[in-house]
């Protein structure tokens, strides 16, 4: 019967999932797998890490009319938490004014809008570390981006959108051929960032202080990235 058919599928498949995220888990905690489970690991990786980008997310440079969503955004307690240590903190980005913020874009600074089927979601900066005027990376060496990224509202995140959006950076920063790897700086206390960093091929490899912010940064390589979304 199709119907009962139809429910069988919907549990195989939630079954399935169900213990894909969980392997994968205790693969990134460095649990050994067992031969069985790493076979079948490396069949879902086929499936489900090369599946191809969704065409519905874009970026496109963020304007002067995104001001009053990005300052709604900065309200945001998940947002704050990713920005400070401090809980009494009012707003993300300390005393940021959006409008200065954006007379700063530069082809090293570039702050972008994510969009969902047109629906803005998020938002990214993407800056050469090593020339842009504020030299918040200090020394570094040259052939670098770094990207921040945020997920405005609460409702969106955990639904994918993150992945979606630094693939698509991902692809705007790798497309420039001299461009060997991309740096993140989230805060050491952001473990969750961290866990969605590494699952996206990020290696942790140095603990840094900028100002106040205590960070653990993090480096995606060109063959990293190439090896892991094969087909983006
Ligand atoms: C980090 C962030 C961009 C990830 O985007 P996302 O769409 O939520 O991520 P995905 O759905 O692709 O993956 C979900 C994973 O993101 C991670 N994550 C990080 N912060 C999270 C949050 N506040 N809420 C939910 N998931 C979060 C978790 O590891 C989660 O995995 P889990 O469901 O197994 O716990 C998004 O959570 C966000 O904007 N957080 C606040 C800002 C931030 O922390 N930015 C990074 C600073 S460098």
Redesign the pocket.
């Given at each position: 019967m199709p119907y009962l058919s139809q429910h069988h599928w919907v549990d195989r498949i939630a079954g399935w999932l169900y213990w894909w995220?969980h392997a994968r888990?205790e693969h990134e905690r460095g649990i050994p797998l067992t031969a069985e489970t790493g076979r079948k690991l490396e069949g879902c990786k086929d499936w489900t890490w090369n599946m191809a980008l969704d065409p519905r997310m874009t970026l496109r440079p963020m304007a002067l009319a995104d001001v009053p969503l990005l300052d709604l955004w900065d309200r945001q307690p998940?947002?704050i938490?990713?920005?400070s240590d401090n809980p009494d903190q009012p707003k993300a980005f300390g005393d940021t004014y959006w409008p200065d913020e954006l007379a700063l874009t530069a082809p090293d600074n570039r702050y972008v809008i994510a969009e969902l089927d047109g629906r803005p979601i998020?938002a990214m900066q993407i800056i050469d570390p090593c020339t842009e005027q504020t030299h918040y990376w200090g020394e570094v060496e040259p052939n670098l981006r770094a990207?921040?990224?945020?997920?405005?509202a609460?409702d969106?995140?955990?639904?994918?959108?993150?992945?979606?959006?630094?693939r698509r950076a991902f692809q705007v920063c790798f497309a420039e051929p001299a461009v060997t790897a991309i740096v993140?700086?989230?805060?050491a206390s952001?473990?969750?960032?961290?866990?969605?960093?590494r699952?996206l091929g990020f290696v942790p490899e140095d603990r840094r202080l900028f100002g106040d912010d205590d960070c653990l940064v993090h480096r995606l390589t060109r063959e990293a990235w190439r090896q892991r979304f094969p087909n983006d």
């Amino acid at each position: 019967m199709p119907y009962l058919s139809q429910h069988h599928w919907v549990d195989r498949i939630a079954g399935w999932l169900y213990w894909w995220k969980h392997a994968r888990e205790e693969h990134e905690r460095g649990i050994p797998l067992t031969a069985e489970t790493g076979r079948k690991l490396e069949g879902c990786k086929d499936w489900t890490w090369n599946m191809a980008l969704d065409p519905r997310m874009t970026l496109r440079p963020m304007a002067l009319a995104d001001v009053p969503l990005l300052d709604l955004w900065d309200r945001q307690p998940h947002v704050i938490a990713a920005t400070s240590d401090n809980p009494d903190q009012p707003k993300a980005f300390g005393d940021t004014y959006w409008p200065d913020e954006l007379a700063l874009t530069a082809p090293d600074n570039r702050y972008v809008i994510a969009e969902l089927d047109g629906r803005p979601i998020g938002a990214m900066q993407i800056i050469d570390p090593c020339t842009e005027q504020t030299h918040y990376w200090g020394e570094v060496e040259p052939n670098l981006r770094a990207i921040d990224i945020w997920i405005g509202a609460a409702d969106d995140l955990g639904k994918g959108y993150g992945e979606m959006m630094m693939r698509r950076a991902f692809q705007v920063c790798f497309a420039e051929p001299a461009v060997t790897a991309i740096v993140i700086d989230p805060l050491a206390s952001n473990t969750r960032a961290h866990k969605f960093y590494r699952r996206l091929g990020f290696v942790p490899e140095d603990r840094r202080l900028f100002g106040d912010d205590d960070c653990l940064v993090h480096r995606l390589t060109r063959e990293a990235w190439r090896q892991r979304f094969p087909n983006d």
